[in-house]
C-alpha cells in the first residue's frame, strides 16, 4: 500500500539532510538513488536497474545511469556539473530503447539540483535538494500515485484496444479456449482470459500490483519463447484469488507480493494458454502502455470491439462519448443533486445527510452493454462525494478539528449500479470498467487528502446480470422500491430489421396487434420500464432512442399506451446526432426523454439548431410525445381528408420490374429504335426527379390500341417482361395483375393539374421544395398528390407554419424528412376553427386567404426567374436566391395573418412557439370532431371544421 503524503514528505526532507553534502557521481550515485526510492515506500530491487546498456544515437555504447523501463530515466552528474548538457545526453540514449520501454518521465540531477521532465505533457521543473519535500508530487507514480485526467478522446484509449486485439488473435489462432468446449461456450474462455488481462494491466499502472509488478513478473520469470508463460500466468491468477493467511508458506517471493483481489474475478479456473514468443511479447506491448489513464468509460466498448475482426476495422465507430451520455444524467439526477450540495454545503448537519442520501441512491440500466452509462454515472456521483468531502474538511479546519479520515467516509460504492446485459462478454467488461473507475477516483481521493484508499481485496461488487432485459424481472436484479433512477441507452432496431428473437420479445412486450409490430424495439424497454416504476412512484427514468418513436405513426400506438399508464415527460432531448470522434465515427439521429409516473415542475426540453450542434434548454410548462411544449396531443393516422380540402394520395405504382421505366439516355435510345413509342412515352416524376430535376419517362400505355402495341415489337417485348416479373412476384395480387401488363397496379394519374410534394426530403432544408405538375406528367409513388390544389394551398403548404408542423409530426427516413397524407390531414389549416362565436366578418377571412394566394403566386414567380436552377438549388440554405427567400418570406406574414383570425399570436420566436400554437389549436378542433377509429374499408369524409377555406379560389 503506498505511503500517505505526509509520510512521503517526512521522509523527503529527512532524505535531504542526509545527503546534502553528496557530490561524486560514481562513488554516491547509486546508494543515493536506492535512498531516493525509499523515500516512496520502494524497497525492492526489481523497479530500476543502473548502469543499463543502451546504443546511443548515432551508434555508439551508452549507459543510462538509471532505468525504470516504461516510466522513469535519471542521468546523475557530479555536484556542480552543469544539467543542460546531461538532459542533452539523456536524449540521446532514448533512439536505443524498445518503444514500450520508453520512458514518460526525465530526471537530471547533480545532487544539489534535480531537473525532471514530463515527457507526455512537456511540464518540467528545476528545484534544490532542500525542496525536495515540496514537489514530491512530481515522483508521485514512484509510490503508486498516478492521477492523470481521463480523456475519453485520449488516443491511448485505441491504442490499448488495439494491442489488447494484438493479443486476442495471436491467443484466437493458437485454439484457446476452442477444444473441450461446448459451442455456445467457445469463446468464453478467452474472454475471461481477456478480461484478467485488462485488470492487471490496470492493477500495474495504478498502485492496486506492486509498481509494475505484472510486467515485471512476465520480463522476469517466463521464458522468451513463451512456453511457460500460460502457466505461470494461471498460478498468478489463483494467488489472486487466494487471501495471504491461505497461501503456500513456501510460495515465491514475487508472487507473494501480489494483493488478493476477490470479486469473483480470478475464480473460474481457466484452460492455460499456450503462448509462443510473439504472444508473449504482444502481452509486453500491452504491459508497456500507461493504463492508468484508459477511460473505462469507453474502453469497454472498444475493448468489445476488438473480438471481432470486422468490427476493429471500424475501431471506436459505436462507442458512446461521454458527452452524449451526460446529455442524460446531467437532468436525469446529476444537475438537482449539484444543486441541493451547494445549497448544503456551507450547513455540517445537512451536508451530513446529503452525504448520507448519496449512499442510498441505486441505479439500473437494463440495456448496460459495456457499462458506459454506469461508469459515466457513478464517476460523477464520486466526484460529487469528494466535493462533499472538501467542503466537510473546510468546515472542520473553521472548527479547528482535525483533517477528516476519508478511509471511514468514502460511502458511495459499485454495488450501488446494476445493469442487464444479454451477451455475456459485454456484462463481464461492465463489472470490470465499474472496478477501474472505482480504483481511479480512489487514487484522486488519495491524491486530494494525501491518505492512499483501495478497495483491495474486492468486497462489493456491481450487480450485472446477464440475460434478456424483456424476459428477465427487473425486480429481481433491484427492487423497485429500492430503485432511484433507470438509465441507458436500449438497442435501436426498425421492424423490418429485427431477428427472430427480437419479433418473439415484441410480440411478448406489446401483444400481436399489427400496430405494435411497426414499433421501434427501443419501444420495449419503454414500456418495461413504465411497468417497473410502478413499483416507487418516486422514482424516474430517462433512456435514448431513435427519434423514430416521437415522429409518425409510432407516437399515437406508443405514447397512447404511456400516457395512458401515468407517464408525464420531465426532459428531453430533441433530435440530434448521437456521434463520436473516434475514427470510423457513426452516428445516429437520436432522442433522449426522461420520464416518470410524477408530473414534476421544471421541465425542460434541449433544442438543437443544428442536429450536430450544442443544446439550449428551454422551459416547458408540458412536454408532450412530440417533445414539443404543448398540450398531450395525440394525433392519429388520419385517412379521411377533411372538408374542403383536396385529397392527398400517392401517385402511381407501376410494380413492372423495370420495364416501363428509363432514363432521358435510355429513353433517346429506345425512341431511335422504336419511333412509334414517341406518343406513349411520358415524364415520369418521383420525389428524387421533381428535387433535382433528373428525368426519367416511363411507358404510359393505358388506353393503347391492340394493333398499335404490335406494330412496336420492342414494347411488345418490354410488356412481355412486365407480364413475367409479375407472375415472379410473391404478392397474390401483383401476380393477378400479369394479366394486365400494359397498365400501373395503381393508377391513380389525375387528368388535371395536380399539387406534387415529394415523399421524402432532405432535414437541410427549411421548407420541403413541392410544385405544380401537369396531366401529362406521370407522378410515381414516390410523390403525394393533391388534384385540384390551388395557390392557397400551395401557399399554406410551402409556409413555414406547415414545415414546422411536418418537422415534428412526420416520420423520417434515416435523418430525413418522410411526408404522408397523415402530416396533410392532420395539419391545422387557416379558418378551420372560425364560428359565429368569433364574430370575425367573411371579408377578413377573404382578405387573408387572398394575401396567401397572392405570395404563394410572388414565389412561384421567384421561383421562375431562375429556369436553369432546380428546386434542390433553389431551396438549399447556402444557394437559395434572396428574392425567393424574400418572397418566402412574405408568405409567411400572410400565412400567420390568417391563423391570428384564429387566435395566434402576431410573431413566433421560433419553430417551437408555431408547433405549440397548431398543437393547442388541433385540439381545438378535435374537441369538435368524432375520433377517428379503425381506418374505414372506403374512404369517407368525417368531422365538420377543419375546412381550409379554399372553396372558390381559382386553380392555378
Known amino acids: 500500500m503506498p505511503l500517505s503524503w505526509n509520510e512521503i514528505k517526512s521522509r523527503a526532507m529527512a532524505f535531504s539532510r542526509q545527503w546534502a553534502d553528496a557530490a561524486d557521481e560514481k562513488q554516491q550515485s547509486i546508494p543515493f538513488w536506492i535512498d531516493f526510492f525509499e523515500v516512496f515506500g520502494i524497497t525492492n530491487r526489481r523497479v530500476a536497474s543502473f548502469e543499463h546498456a543502451v546504443k546511443k544515437h548515432g551508434g555508439g555504447q551508452g549507459y543510462v545511469d538509471l532505468f525504470w523501463p516504461g516510466q522513469m530515466l535519471v542521468e546523475q552528474k557530479s555536484r556542480g556539473k552543469p544539467l543542460e548538457p546531461a538532459f542533452d545526453q539523456a536524449m540521446g540514449y532514448f533512439p536505443g530503447i524498445a518503444e514500450r520501454d520508453l520512458p514518460h518521465t526525465l530526471v537530471v540531477c547533480d545532487f544539489a539540483r534535480f531537473r525532471v521532465i514530463d515527457l507526455d505533457t512537456r511540464r518540467e521543473i528545476t528545484f534544490a535538494l532542500a525542496d525536495l519535500h515540496k514537489h514530491v508530487r512530481w515522483f508521485g507514480f514512484i509510490a503508486g500515485y498516478k492521477t492523470q485526467e481521463i480523456r475519453p478522446q485520449d488516443p491511448v484509449n485505441i491504442k490499448a484496444a488495439e494491442r489488447m486485439g494484438r493479443l486476442h488473435d495471436a491467443l484466437k489462432a493458437s485454439g484457446y479456449g476452442q477444444f473441450g468446449s461446448a459451442p455456445e461456450r467457445a469463446g468464453h474462455a478467452l474472454e475471461v482470459l481477456l478480461v484478467r488481462l485488462l485488470f492487471c494491466l490496470f492493477a500495474d499502472d495504478t498502485a492496486i500490483f506492486p509498481a509494475q509488478g505484472f510486467r515485471a513478473f512476465i520480463e522476469e520469470r517466463t521464458a522468451p519463447d513463451g512456453h511457460d508463460t500460460g502457466p505461470l500466468l494461471a498460478q498468478l491468477f489463483q494467488v489472486l484469488n487466494t487471501p495471504p493467511e491461505r497461501r503456500s508458506a513456501l510460495l515465491d517471493e514475487q508472487l507473494a507480493a501480489f494483493p488478493y483481489i476477490n470479486g469473483r474475478l480470478f475464480e473460474e479456473p481457466l484452460p492455460i494458454a499456450d503462448f509462443d514468443a510473439a504472444t508473449r511479447e504482444a502481452l509486453l506491448d500491452a504491459c508497456a502502455l500507461d493504463w492508468a489513464g484508459i477511460s473505462p468509460a469507453i474502453f469497454g466498448s472498444l475493448f468489445q470491439s476488438i473480438m471481432d475482426a470486422q468490427a476493429r476495422r471500424n475501431l471506436g465507430a459505436h462507442y458512446t462519448s461521454e458527452e452524449n451520455i451526460l446529455k442524460l444524467i446531467k437532468p436525469l439526477f446529476l444537475d438537482g443533486l449539484r444543486a441541493e450540495f451547494e445549497r448544503v454545503r456551507h450547513q455540517r448537519n445537512r451536508l451530513f445527510d446529503f452525504h448520507k442520501k448519496l449512499r442510498t441512491l441505486s441505479f439500473l440500466d437494463p440495456a448496460c452493454g459495456c457499462g458506459n452509462f454506469l461508469v459515466i454515472s457513478y464517476r460523477e456521483l464520486r466526484l460529487l462525494e469528494l466535493d462533499v468531502l472538501r467542503a466537510a474538511a473546510e468546515l472542520q479546519g473553521q472548527s479547528g478539528q482535525r483533517s477528516i479520515d476519508v478511509h471511514s467516509l468514502i460511502g458511495v460504492n459499485v454495488d450501488q449500479f446494476h445493469g442487464i446485459e444479454i451477451e455475456e462478454f459485454p456484462a463481464q467488461i461492465a463489472q470490470v470498467a465499474l472496478w477501474l473507475v472505482d480504483h481511479q477516483m480512489n487514487l484522486r ?68 396487434e399489427g400496430r405494435f409490430g411497426r414499433l421501434d424495439y427501443v419501444a420495449c424497454w419503454y414500456r418495461r420500464t413504465v411497468e417497473y416504476l410502478q413499483g416507487n412512484l418516486a422514482a424516474s427514468a430517462a433512456l435514448v432512442s431513435t427519434n423514430s418513436i416521437c415522429q409518425g405513426e409510432q407516437v399515437a400506438t406508443l405514447w397512447g399506451w404511456m400516457l395512458a399508464n401515468g407517464t408525464h415527460i420531465h426532459f428531453a432531448h430533441r433530435t440530434f446526432a448521437w456521434s463520436n470522434e473516434a475514427r470510423g465515427k457513426a452516428a445516429v439521429h437520436c432522442v433522449i426523454i426522461g420520464f416518470g409516473l410524477q408530473d414534476l415542475p421544471g421541465k425542460v426540453i434541449y433544442e438543437y439548431d443544428d442536429i450536430k450542434g450544442p443544446a439550449h434548454a428551454v422551459p416547458a410548462a408540458n412536454i408532450n410525445p412530440y417533445l414539443v411544449d404543448a398540450p398531450n396531443v395525440l394525433l392519429p393516422s388520419r385517412t379521411d381528408t377533411p372538408p374542403g380540402l383536396p385529397q392527398l394520395k400517392k401517385g402511381s405504382q407501376p410494380t413492372d420490374g423495370g420495364h416501363l421505366i428509363f432514363t432521358t439516355a435510355e429513353k433517346d435510345d429506345f425512341l431511335a429504335r422504336e419511333p412509334l413509342a414517341a406518343q406513349w412515352m411520358r415524364p415520369y416524376i418521383g420525389g428524387e426527379e421533381l428535387i433535382n430535376g433528373n428525368g426519367r419517362w416511363c411507358l404510359w400505355l393505358k ?37 394486365q401488363p400494359t397498365l400501373f397496379t395503381q393508377d391513380r394519374q389525375p387528368d388535371a393539374p395536380y399539387l406534387a410534394i415529394p415523399e421524402v426530403s432532405s432535414e437541410t432544408r427549411h421548407f420541403i421544395p413541392i410544385g405544380f405538375l401537369g396531366p401529362d406528367v406521370i407522378a410515381s409513388n414516390k410523390l403525394q398528390i393533391a388534384v385540384g390544389a390551388t395557390r392557397f394551398h400551395f401557399g399554406v403548404l410551402s409556409s413555414t407554419m406547415h414545415n414546422a408542423w411536418m418537422r415534428v409530426v412526420a416520420g423520417r427516413l434515416e435523418s430525413r424528412y418522410s411526408y404522408s397524407p397523415s402530416v396533410y390531414n392532420n395539419f391545422p389549416w387557416p379558418f378551420c376553427t372560425l364560428d359565429s362565436k368569433q364574430k370575425v366578418p367573411p371579408a377578413q377571412v377573404q382578405k387573408a386567404q387572398a394575401a396567401i394566394e397572392a405570395a404563394a403566386q410572388a414565389v412561384l414567380d421567384a421561383r421562375a426567374a431562375f429556369p436553369g436552377s432546380t428546386l434542390a438549388d433553389l431551396y438549399d440554405p447556402l444557394t437559395m436566391p434572396p428574392a425567393l427567400l424574400r418572397a418566402h418570406q412574405k408568405l409567411d406574414a400572410a400565412v400567420d395573418r390568417a391563423y391570428q383570425l384564429a387566435g395566434g399570436p402576431k410573431s413566433y420566436s421560433g419553430d417551437a412557439e408555431r408547433v405549440a400554437f397548431l398543437f393547442t389549436l388541433y385540439q381545438r378542433i378535435t374537441s369538435l370532431l368524432p375520433v377517428q377509429t379503425t381506418p374505414p374499408k372506403k374512404p369517407r369524409r368525417r368531422g365538420a371544421g377543419l375546412a381550409a377555406g379554399g372553396a372558390g379560389v381559382d386553380a392555378v
Open 445 to 512: 481521493v488519495g491524491e486530494e487528502f494525501g491518505q492512499y484508499f483501495a478497495r483491495i481485496p474486492l468486497v462489493t461488487s456491481p450487480h450485472i446480470v446477464h440475460g434478456n432485459a424483456l424476459t428477465l424481472d427487473w425486480a429481481a436484479v433491484l427492487p423497485p422500491a429500492r430503485c432511484s433512477h433507470v438509465l441507458g441507452n436500449p438497442p435501436f432496431v426498425g421492424h423490418q430489421w429485427r431477428s427472430r428473437q427480437q419479433m418473439d420479445d415484441m410480440a411478448r412486450i406489446w401483444g400481436g
Open 703 to 739: 388506353g393503347i390500341p391492340p394493333a398499335q402495341l404490335r406494330a412496336m415489337p420492342l414494347v411488345l417485348q418490354r410488356v412481355q417482361a412486365v407480364a413475367e416479373a409479375r407472375r415472379r412476384s410473391p404478392t397474390k395480387s401483383v401476380r393477378e395483375f400479369a394479366a
